[in-house]
């Protein structure tokens, strides 16, 4: 069994049990991500791929206030494309891994904006999940992260583990050319902005 199949089953596994409960339960600590899609929605584009779009939840929120707007979704779960899918039926939710799906076809042009929401922590290669996500990326586009930082590694290391997650360091981002990183409070999360 390869990498991918392995983690697709242990994502569907996973999925298939909490899909249904999922946003409603993630409120509670998945946090920043309402202000980097507020950030997003003044910029400039108009086309948007998001790398884990899970339940659509994001992808939703822009559509309501930007309904002109491509949006599409590269997800690796059969279960949660399928949801996602269902609730969001004027996106595209291509399957696919972050570390070498082709995020290009997904609208069948590079999208001007890539948004990674709470997924980079949980990709197997996050090295190659930024590099593939900016070879995609429209001119002059930017890739957008917002995921666990230090506290919550500290704070939540036996539940993050257990559920394959590793929070995102900085060196990490800083090393694959982020031109701008910040933390929300107490360095629970972080939101970092990547060129094309």
């Known amino acids: 069994m390869t990498w991918e199949a ?9 999925y298939r049990a909490t899909h249904r409960v999922y946003d409603v339960s993630r409120k ?9 899609l507020d950030r997003l929605l003044a910029g400039d584009w108009a086309t948007l791929v998001e790398i884990g779009p ?13 309904p002109d707007a491509a949006l599409g979704g590269l997800e690796a779960s059969d279960v949660m494309r399928a949801h996602a899918a269902r609730r969001c039926p004027w996106a595209r939710i291509s399957p696919g891994f972050a570390e070498d ?13 890539i948004l990674m929401s709470y997924c980079l922590s949980m990709f197997v290669d996050k090295d190659r999940a930024i590099d593939n996500a900016r070879r995609h990326l429209a001119p002059g586009g930017e890739l957008w992260v917002v995921d666990f930082s230090d506290l919550a590694a500290r704070a939540m290391r036996p539940f993050l583990s257990a559920f394959h ?3 995102v360091p900085d060196d990490l981002l800083h090393r694959h050319g982020a031109t701008h990183v910040e933390h929300g409070p107490l360095r629970y999360y972080v939101v ?3 060129p094309a």
Do not use: K, M, S, W
């Open 6 to 14: 392995d983690h697709r089953a242990f994502l569907d596994r996973y």
């Open 28 to 36: 509670y600590f998945l946090f920043g991500r309402d202000g980097v």
């Open 54 to 66: 899970g339940t659509g939840r994001n992808l939703a929120r822009l559509h309501r206030r930007r």
């Open 101 to 113: 799906g082709d995020i290009g076809a997904v609208l069948g042009v590079p999208p001007q904006r």
């Open 165 to 167: 997650v590793e929070a």
């Open 192 to 194: 970092a902005r990547f």
